[in-house]
């Protein structure tokens, strides 16, 4: 199986990535990482640049098309490889995606799957956001419970409108800082009023912009990826 | 100038506080989105709209679609698709049928031409007043301003939109175009007009505009109205409203032009039977409004009310150009405003932020398809692209799809400079080392700037940094490094069968084919007594009541117990037979306290009562008078709003006006909060017996 780590995990948070490796291992798998990844390109498409969304993701489709399977940590690059690929690409680089959709799975999904007898245990109180594209594009709405369930003496606390979105919504973020900053707060207050430590999703850029503020505004609440939470959870006899 | 109508003295008093960005008939932007949205952030009372749209969203779009709406969505989804599929003949077999029925119809291209037609029409009649209930496609031509212009007056009578006349303001959203306003807001606003104290709960609100309104229901020249949908084999134009503004505009006045898009033609009257109960389910998760009102033609010979007119404006504006290609789809919105409860970012800055006629997620879709393409041009940026607008939709328009397809677009129209070092970007990274060396340089960069520098960088760099630490680019390229020096070797491993592939989307199935399930999921009932009981129960849930009689004898007196010998209107109905001569009948319904009426059929899943038009058969009887009381014998119930819809599709001849009525007049426009009475009757009894 291989790995796509992301280009956030590639450039910004190498944690989740690591943390989603030795989790894999755990469950007995032998992680492949192809060095010539690098993005999905969904920058690009989402900015109007759709010939040069293409372009990556051509180059995405031939760096994985040899293996059987995909796991991934980010759960929007993984709504994008299956709605927005087969949408934007033509002819056979279409049928070719909608192949790849076929064997791409988001870690949470993978690990629901098949981490079932992972020995967990993780003294945390931590509160879920279902982030937009893996609840919506990928319409995945269950997996991260269900791992985070597995995790003994771990506590989830709802929190409201968590399928709400967090606001980083890529280039948005940028575009309009003001508004996306906001939404953060929005999302950052409900986690908080849930009494929760932590905020836990499966997809990094959220992570990054929610952990971004939270920073910035000296928040006792932090932003983690379920891969990271998952491996903390792992026996001495785990992953290590 | 306000000299005619009465809810509209005062005016002249109010002083506008409002933002540039949220004044009627703005064209495009005043200044650049980001910085509109920015103030928008700071604008006072945002916080609490944010509040009242998050409560909103919770209620009406967050238990998501489940049976049986889930198969009127597909169902719907299909109409509106097949409707596009041939616009144009369903135009013209609208057109055909609606002159048939003694309409005339007048097809605009652009804002200019429909407000030629309706000025020529005003002044052809000697129009001094206007009357007008709610229509987006008259905020899109701007004629109220026009009206005003020519030295008409012309009030908004919904409750919304009247508050928002008066304080100078677009509607802020499509169904609940005050939703940004505070009761205090509208109270002081209401004090400016009234040049003294008014009550500050809503009821005192709704009352005080009631009041001011109803003159001007009863004097105006010509009523001006929207149309939801329109059907091409009927001619009828249907028209939904909770208040009884609708009803009032389209019944009173001696011409009523109903102003429509291209789009808002069905194929079908049947296909009511699904758009009806669904663009309310949508919008407000209730079976159905409270008024529908079809109209299929001016009043008939021996009708004693009625408008002797009745004008249809199709306004095209930009969309037949739409058809075709690859934004086709959004024409099948049917205006419920869901996708803007839905959207995160609607929710936040407001809907006036997007200054544009339509806010939100369909705004930001439709604004630059229609009418001049660079006045919205930047709106598809102003959305996370988080996809809960195209779960909301009630007829599935993939609008985040649209989104970034119209982003491409807006690129692809001007020479921007970014659009070079997206090239470059992305031929670096689609080729490893490229990559690779990409993210070195940007490792080493990065290590060299000092943290204060960081943020100032140009780029997207300068967004993020203000509010948010920086992400920490140091640490490029270490997960390599770290998956390197732990395991060198690296081989493909096996992996066992994957868990099933997520679906993907879905798209319309075909669903025409399937049956029409009842609304609340329950089988039809097995009798006329068990239908009258859940037709009661379904009238308390709307706020009215039902009466069970055992004999029409016992009903008929019910019926007298309930006028309490107060001034009645009473419709000339083969079930009243007799019955006049046991009330004190006035002539004229303004006069009556008391409106008495037949049905056509009584809907037992709803509650709803479907009243018809005809000699002897006022419109005004269940409208004007306070309170309605109707009879109904068993034999008129029927289990379900499609069979209903569908006896009254085989009625010949047509009647010129069906009322559906569920329940009580009822407004939410302030804060949200329902208040009844509106404008319709307060009270509603329903007077049911075997026969
Ligand atoms: S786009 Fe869909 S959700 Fe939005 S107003 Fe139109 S029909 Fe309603």
Redesign the pocket.
């Known amino acids: 199986m291989a790995l796509f780590a992301s280009c956030i995990a590639d450039l910004a948070a190498p944690g989740p990535a690591r943390a989603a490796v030795e989790v894999l291992e755990a469950m007995g798998c032998r992680v492949s990482f192809p060095e010539a990844q690098s993005c999905c390109g969904q920058p690009a498409l989402n900015s109007g640049f759709p010939g040069e969304g293409r372009l990556l993701a051509r180059h995405w489709i031939e760096t994985f098309e040899p293996f059987q399977a995909v796991v991934s940590p980010s759960g929007s690059c993984v709504a994008h490889v299956h709605h927005q690929f087969p949408r934007i690409l033509e002819g056979p680089w279409a049928a070719r995606a909608r192949d790849m959709a076929g064997r791409t799975y988001e870690f949470s999904q993978f690990v629901a799957a098949y981490g079932e007898g992972l020995p967990l245990a993780l003294d945390a109180t931590v509160t879920v956001h279902d982030s937009c594209h893996m609840w919506r594009a990928l319409g995945e709405r269950r997996s991260v419970r269900s791992v985070l369930g597995r995790i003994e003496g771990l506590r989830i606390v709802e929190m409201e409108d968590a399928d709400t979105c967090c606001g980083f919504g890529g280039t948005f973020s940028a575009k309009f800082p003001y508004v996306s900053v906001a939404m953060a707060d929005a999302k950052l207050a409900r986690g908080q009023g849930a009494g929760a430590q932590w905020m836990v999703s499966a997809d990094p850029g959220c992570l990054m912009h929610l952990q971004a503020r939270a920073a910035w505004k000296g928040s006792p609440l932090q932003a983690r990826h379920l891969a990271e939470v998952v491996r903390d959870a792992l026996g001495p006899g785990g992953g290590r | 100038m306000t000299g005619r109508s009465e809810a509209l003295q005062g005016r002249s008093k109010v002083v506008p506080t409002r933002p540039d960005w949220a004044a009627p008939g703005l064209d495009r932007p005043p200044r650049p989105l980001p910085q509109v949205t920015t103030e928008a952030l700071e604008r006072p009372g945002q916080p609490a709209t944010t509040a009242r749209l998050d409560i909103l969203n919770r209620q009406y779009v967050g238990p998501g679609w489940a049976p049986p709406w889930s198969d009127l969505r597909e169902r719907a989804a299909c109409i509106r698709r097949e409707t596009l599929g041939d616009l144009e003949g369903y135009l013209g077999q609208l057109s055909e049928r609606v002159e048939a029925n003694g309409g005339v119809v007048h097809r605009a291209g652009g804002p200019a031409e429909a407000l030629g037609v309706i000025e020529e029409i005003a002044t052809a009649n000697g129009v001094e007043l206007v009357v007008k209930s709610k229509s987006m496609a008259t905020e899109e031509i701007h004629l109220n301003h026009h009206l005003e212009a020519m030295g008409i007056d012309v009030v908004e009578t919904d409750l919304g939109e009247y508050i928002l006349q008066l304080a100078d303001e677009r509607p802020s959203h499509?169904v609940a175009p005050a939703v940004h306003r505070s009761k205090e807001d509208i109270a002081a606003l209401f004090e400016q007009v009234a040049g003294g104290p008014v009550g500050h709960r809503p009821e005192d609100l709704a009352a005080f505009a009631r009041q001011r309104l109803r003159q001007d229901f009863h004097r105006a020249d010509m009523g001006i109205s929207g149309v939801n949908f329109a059907a091409a084999d009927t001619g009828t134009l249907a028209l939904v409203t909770n208040e009884g503004n609708g009803r009032m505009v389209t019944s009173q006045p001696r011409i009523h032009v109903a102003v429509m898009t291209v789009e808002k033609v069905v194929p079908r009257f049947t296909d009511l039977a699904v758009l009806l109960p669904l663009?309310a389910w949508?919008?407000t998760r209730v079976p159905l409004s409270v008024y529908q009102t079809l109209v299929t033609g001016p009043r008939r010979p021996g009708e004693r009310d009625g408008p002797d007119q009745l004008h249809l404006v199709i306004v095209d504006n930009g969309r037949t150009s739409l058809l075709g290609g690859r934004y086709q789809e959004?024409l099948?919105?049917?205006?419920?405003?869901?996708?803007?409860f839905?959207c995160p970012v609607y929710r936040t800055v407001g809907g006036h932020a997007y200054a544009s006629v339509y806010g939100?997620?369909?705004g930001a879709?439709l604004t630059p398809l229609i009418g001049d393409p660079e006045a919205g041009a930047e709106l598809p940026f102003l959305s996370s692209l988080c996809g809960a607008?195209a779960d909301?939709?009630?007829?599935?328009?993939p609008?985040p799809d649209m989104l970034v397809d119209l982003r491409a677009d807006y690129e692809a129209r001007r020479p921007d400079p970014a659009r070079i070092g997206w090239a470059a970007w992305a031929r670096a990274w689609a080729w490893g080392p490229g990559f690779r060396a990409s993210s070195r340089v940007t490792r080493r960069l990065w290590s060299l700037l000092p943290p204060g520098a960081r943020a100032a960088l140009p780029g997207p760099g300068r967004g993020w940094g203000a509010g948010r630490s920086m992400p920490p680019l140091e640490h490029a390229g270490e997960l390599r490094e770290w998956l390197r020096t732990r395991r060198p070797g690296q081989r493909p491993a096996q992996p066992g069968p994957g868990p099933a592939p997520p679906a993907g989307p879905e798209g319309p199935t075909g669903a025409e084919q399937l049956p029409h399930p009842g609304l609340d999921g329950a089988p039809p009932p097995a009798g006329p007594e068990e239908a009258a009981r859940r037709l009661s129960q379904a009238l308390e849930r709307v706020r009215a009541t039902g009466h069970i009689c055992s004999s029409a004898e016992e009903a008929r007196q019910r019926v007298a117990d309930l006028c309490a010998g107060r001034p009645t209107a009473i419709e000339d109905h083969p079930d009243l037979v007799g019955m006049a001569e046991r009330l004190p009948v006035v002539e004229d319904a303004w006069e009556a306290q008391v409106g008495v009426t037949g049905v056509e059929l009584a809907v037992a899943e709803t509650g709803t009562l479907a009243l018809v038009a005809g000699p002897g058969r006022d419109r005004s009887t269940s409208l004007v008078p306070p309170e309605h009381v109707a009879l109904v014998p068993f034999s008129r119930l029927v289990p379900s709003v499609a069979v209903a819809v569908e006896r009254l599709a085989a009625l010949e001849p047509r009647p010129s006006c069906i009322s559906f009525v569920t329940g009580i007049s009822r407004s939410s426009d302030i804060e949200h909060q329902p208040v009844y009475g509106v404008h319709g009757p307060g009270k509603v009894d329903v007077v049911l017996y075997p026969g």
């Not at chain 2, 909301?392 to 328009?397: S, T």
């Open positions: 499509i663009v949508a919008a959004v099948a919105c049917i205006r419920c405003g869901a996708c803007q839905s939100g997620p369909i879709v607008c909301a939709c009630p007829v599935k328009i609008l």
